[in-house]
């Protein structure tokens, strides 16, 4: 006999069910349409509004907002009813930490965020791209913008409510990842919480992809879907979606395979090396993954500029200025699309030559302590594993960065790469905590006994970065421009 507890788990699952079908079919043509006539006739005959010549946007914006409220109420129904309706009141304890992380994301954005007709123009681009114009990187996002859309005109604020949209929805899911692992690591919790603070301050912190440089970046999106894939690799029945959504990162931007690729490649390592003898779905998961990676990397760099529409750069501005009202897309398209990689170095190298002090330096020397602290973190666990494959797998953890080298010869956004140097290296060390490994806990407990006895360095620290921070696309912050403009003005005045 079923009781009512059973009976009233399999009600919320079939609603939550429900309701994320119906934000799917939101990207069907004909139903967006009909939604679309609904918000305009409620709009004219029952709140009276005027139609103005941007309702179309408007209509789609408003769309845009009803999908997304959907899916956030959708999917917290169902994250809910898989649990046991007894277990509430642990849920209810986890949501502390991570509620906090999320209110305190949520501020960063709305502090730092720029207004709608002040995004980048090479990032502005990315959300007129779409599969329609060719097969290529960072097309992927673009094309989920053109189904917002209904393939029609796209404004400024279109996108920025995107942008904001999606910041929101890292910030959601990030707090969850984070607050979850800060209530359910009773052991080592505060480690976990003097990690998840230096996170959250730190100069590449969560709140790097807010701020006017970095603010509806690709790489942002990038991050969702590993974060994603990280998960999912814990879960038996959802880990065979891990390759896709390293294909979805790889297909949103390219120069993840020198950050993110390698971060996926160290976990399947450990995945396989985690037993003393891994099962066959496992040496599966690792081969199609990684295939996966190789043969779409090979795609996108050598063949997928056959696919394109145009052939001529101006031709393709033309068209993409005629579907949207932004004044400019700077020279995205010539960069991302019509220079070769010799082009890409020659421009790199003689605009670093050409700075007396390139920006970029700042945002890798700034970053050189935490990555020390990483270092040695790493260093205490390779000292303290007996496992010859756990050492391996430390070891390519703290080597992971070399492979980024090419990033930083052929392109010049110093203060991107970093950022995702750093958060995969948050990533890796999370997860190791998550798992419990012995020597990860040993060395843990090394570097919080120093935090307590350095403790007032470490919070004057956290908040100086917090401060001065975070880094933008190529290098420091205005902040801290002005912070060395007032000490150097002030050293002036004394001498």
Not at 34 to 45: K, Q
Not at 146 to 175: E, H, P
Not at 236 to 261: E, K, Q
């Amino acid at each position: 006999m079923i009781n009512d507890s059973d009976k009233s788990q399999k009600f919320l699952r079939l609603f939550a069910v429900i309701g994320l079908i119906g934000c799917a079919s939101a990207l069907i043509p004909a139903v967006r349409s009909e939604i679309i006539a609904i918000i305009a006739f409620c709009e004219s005959h029952i709140l009276h509004r005027q139609i103005s010549e941007e309702i179309w946007n408007y209509r789609n914006y408003r769309l845009l907002q009803i999908v997304i409220s959907g899916l956030f109420v959708s999917m917290a129904v169902l994250f809910f009813s898989l649990r046991k309706l007894s277990e509430w009141d642990d849920l209810r304890v986890w949501a502390k930490g991570g509620a906090l992380i999320f209110i305190y994301l949520i501020f960063c954005l709305i502090a730092d965020n720029p207004p709608p007709g002040n995004i980048d123009g090479h990032t502005l681009s990315a959300y007129l791209l779409s599969y329609r114009q060719g097969f290529s990187s960072r097309m992927f996002i673009g094309t989920i913008v053109d189904f917002l859309v209904g393939g029609g005109f796209i404004t400024q604020k279109f996108i920025w409510a995107f942008i904001v949209s999606a910041s929101i929805l890292y910030c959601f899911f990030l707090s969850v990842l984070l607050g979850y692992l800060i209530e359910h690591e009773e052991k080592m919790r505060g480690f976990v919480i003097l990690l998840v603070a230096l996170y959250l301050s730190c100069f590449t912190s969560p709140a790097a992809y807010f701020v006017p440089g970095n603010f509806g970046r690709l790489d942002m999106y990038a991050l969702i879907f590993i974060l994603g894939a990280v998960v999912l690799l814990e879960k038996p029945g959802w880990r065979w979606s891990v390759p896709i959504l390293c294909l979805f990162s790889i297909a949103t931007h390219l120069v993840v395979i020198f950050f993110y690729m390698p971060l996926i490649f160290i976990l399947l390592l450990y995945k396989l090396f985690e037993n003393d003898s891994p099962d066959k779905n496992t040496k599966r998961l690792f081969i199609t993954t990684v295939g996966i990676i190789v043969l779409s990397s090979v795609y996108f760099i050598l063949f997928s500029k056959n696919t394109l529409l145009f052939n001529n750069e101006q031709a393709w501005v033309n068209y993409l200025m005629n579907r949207t009202d932004a004044p400019t897309i700077d020279s995205s398209l010539h960069f991302e699309f019509f220079l070769s990689m010799r082009g890409h170095f020659e421009y790199a190298q003689n605009t670093i030559k050409e700075s007396k002090i390139f920006p970029g330096v700042f945002s890798v020397l700034m970053n050189i302590p935490v990555f020390t602290l990483f270092a040695y973190f790493w260093k205490q666990c390779i000292a303290n594993e007996h496992r010859k494959t756990m050492k391996l797998v430390f070891i390519l953890s703290v080597l992971a960065p070399i492979i980024s080298i090419p990033a930083f010869m052929f392109f010049i956004d110093w203060g991107r790469w970093v950022i995702m140097i750093m958060t995969s290296q948050f990533i890796l060390v999370f997860y190791f905590l998550y798992k419990r490994e012995t020597s990860v806990l040993y060395a843990s407990e090394i570097l919080l006994a120093a935090e307590k006895r350095h403790h007032f360095a470490f919070v004057l620290t956290c908040f100086l970065m917090l401060c001065i921070g975070p880094i933008w696309q190529i290098g420091i912050s205005p902040r801290f421009i002005w912070l060395l403009k007032v000490i150097s003005s002030s050293i002036a005045s004394l001498i």
